[in-house]
């Protein structure tokens, strides 16, 4: 009797351990899943608001850049040294130029929170060059008044050669420095749609 009740004592205790175990095992295995999934929804959330974020992004790159764009072809147009005949005015120019120059700038700095130190610098710098253009050009077109207004050649040569050296100077920035500028801009956005 002893052996068949120490047999039987070993069975209880192992099918106690067992279902013991087992009950163990499954409140863990609860508990565990229910950490996975609180873990995915967390996952999915950060990665829907990380593709809104960057969403968001694609468009205010893609708006700024159009803003760019248009900027840099009003004070290409304002600032060409040569006026093609039947185009519009250099004041509906200067106007259209102060436009998208305003827009620029104002849309550009809404929207610095979505750039690095680096872009924004590219920014500034162009925003920069091209104040420093538009104002080159416009003191030119001051001097050309001023020009008319001196009655003697010989006093008016100084400002007409200033008046140009401006010009040229404004022109200069518009086609040599900002496509530069421009160039990096570009790249720097690329990097951030993952365009290659």
Not at 53 to 79: F, G, M
Request: net charge positive; aromatic share 12%.
């Amino acid at each position: 009797m002893e052996w068949s009740n120490l047999f039987q004592y070993i069975a209880t205790f192992a099918i106690s351990s067992g279902l013991i175990a087992w009950i163990i095992r499954s409140i863990i295995n609860s508990f565990l899943k229910r950490d996975i999934e609180n873990y995915k929804n967390k996952l999915m959330e950060s990665q829907i608001r990380f593709t809104k974020l960057h969403e968001e992004r694609a468009t205010v790159i893609r708006d700024l850049y159009y803003k760019l764009v248009e900027l840099d072809d009003n004070l290409k147009s304002l600032i060409c040294p040569l006026q093609l005949a039947g185009d519009i005015n250099l004041k509906k120019k200067f106007k259209k130029s102060t436009k998208a120059g305003n827009n620029f700038l104002d849309f550009s700095h809404k929207n610095r929170i979505y750039f690095n130190n680096e872009i924004n610098d590219i920014i500034d710098k162009i925003n920069s060059l091209m104040k420093r253009a538009f104002y080159d050009f416009r003191s030119a077109q001051e001097m050309d008044e001023l020009s008319k207004q001196v009655s003697s050649r010989k006093e008016g040569s100084w400002i007409n050669k200033e008046k140009m050296e401006k010009w040229n100077k404004a022109w200069d920035t518009i086609t040599l420095e900002i496509p530069k500028l421009k160039e990096q801009l570009e790249k720097e956005f690329r990097e951030i749609l993952g365009v290659k």
